[in-house]
Nanobody, 124 residues
């Protein structure tokens, strides 16, 4: 059974930082595209970052230069370091795993497994 369990969400001031973790069981991180999505109230779920099995990472334009995803395959754990947080980063953040498509994307349709989400709230 595949499980993705996020942690590390919470509240932060604008300009601050948070680090999310996602512990994965039931699959090997090195065999899947792994990444993060977010969903704000009243909005569609959107991709934040995805890493292919060759290590290439795609970031959404709004987070480029501020967010960094990494993973420890030995610990089966995925991370999202979020710096220079903005109020508009407020959302539920989801860990995601998918069978890598021919072209790496940030589309929710390419995700096969989701975590339960962790809330990030950024205040001004």
């Amino acid at each position: 059974q595949v499980q993705l369990v996020e942690s590390g969400g919470g509240s932060a001031q604008a300009g601050g930082s948070l680090r999310l973790s996602c512990v994965v069981s039931g699959l090997s991180l090195s065999s899947y595209c792994m990444g993060w999505f977010r969903q704000a109230p009243g909005k569609e779920r959107e991709g934040v970052a995805m890493t292919a099995t060759d290590g290439f990472t795609m970031y959404a334009d709004p987070v480029k230069g501020r967010f960094t995803t990494s993973q420890n395959n030995a610990k089966n754990t995925l991370y999202l370091q979020m710096n220079s947080l903005k109020v508009e980063d407020t959302a539920m953040y989801y860990c995601a795993a998918g069978f890598c498509p021919l072209t790496l994307s940030l589309r929710p349709a390419d995700v096969n497994y989701w975590g339960q989400g962790t809330q990030v709230t950024v205040s001004s």
